[in-house]
């Protein structure tokens, strides 16, 4: 298996509502991560998380949760978002051994909207 | 502060033709460069990665060079096909255990039939 996987493919959300993005691979990698991108830019960190610790958080808001329950797992918790937070939401993955410097595997990525 | 360009912004040719794309990047200290594919709202697809030590990677009708201590890389795509349209990203690996990815802005390619 060579794939992240991301669910859901689509989110329209309220801004009062809770909801939570989830990213699954399983190529044993150890670093996983969090982008956002808008349109017409390239994706932009908001956090990385190695060994299922986190390591960098981009100065995200706390409207925005991560969570690593396991190796393989990667969750993005929402709340009280605003319409300027909807955007593609790109989960990625590497090895996390710089020894072989390998690259990143990107899932298809959440399309939020927030309402 | 690293930061990646890319030239042109935006590229349409026809059907056939050998193309290049363009990326620049300000610190040469990098782990390596990868170079993605995305078309209109998916995700990013990996074409080639270029270790550090590397001068060039290639597959299929894709050839990647690196230059580190000019800070240059160059995409070849050989007899672009429509298929071929989309955004290109070219991405570096930096900062501490090489736990970021700065990308540039991105080249959309068209190539008309």
């Known amino acids: 298996d060579t794939e992240v996987t991301q669910t859901p493919k689509h989110l329209v959300m309220g801004m009062t509502n809770k909801k939570s993005l989830k990213c699954e691979q399983h190529m044993g990698h150890r670093a996983m991560y969090w982008y956002k991108q808008k349109a017409k830019k390239p994706p932009e960190l908001m956090f990385v998380y190695s060994y299922e610790k986190l390591s960098i958080n981009e100065s995200v808001p706390s409207r925005f949760s991560p969570e690593c329950p396991n190796s393989s797992l990667l969750n993005l918790h929402l709340h009280a978002l605003q319409p300027e937070d909807s955007a593609l939401y790109l989960c990625a993955s590497s090895p996390g051994r710089l020894i072989q410097s390998d690259g990143y595997t990107f899932g298809s990525g959440t399309r939020l909207t927030v309402v | 502060k690293q930061e990646v360009t890319q030239i042109p912004a935006a590229l349409s040719v026809p059907e056939g033709e050998n193309l290049v794309l363009n990326c620049s990047f300000t610190d040469s200290a990098i782990y390596n460069l990868q170079w993605f594919r995305q078309d209109p709202g998916k995700g990013l697809t990996s074409l080639l990665l270029?270790?550090?030590?590397?001068r060039e990677q290639t597959s299929g009708r894709l050839n990647a060079s690196l230059d580190k201590s000019s800070g240059r890389s160059t995409l070849y795509i050989a007899a672009s096909q429509p298929g071929d349209s989309a955004t290109y990203l070219c991405a570096v690996r930096v900062g501490t255990s090489g736990s970021r990815l700065t990308f540039g802005e991105g080249t959309q390619l068209t190539v008309n039939p």
């Open positions: 270029i270790q550090s030590s590397q």
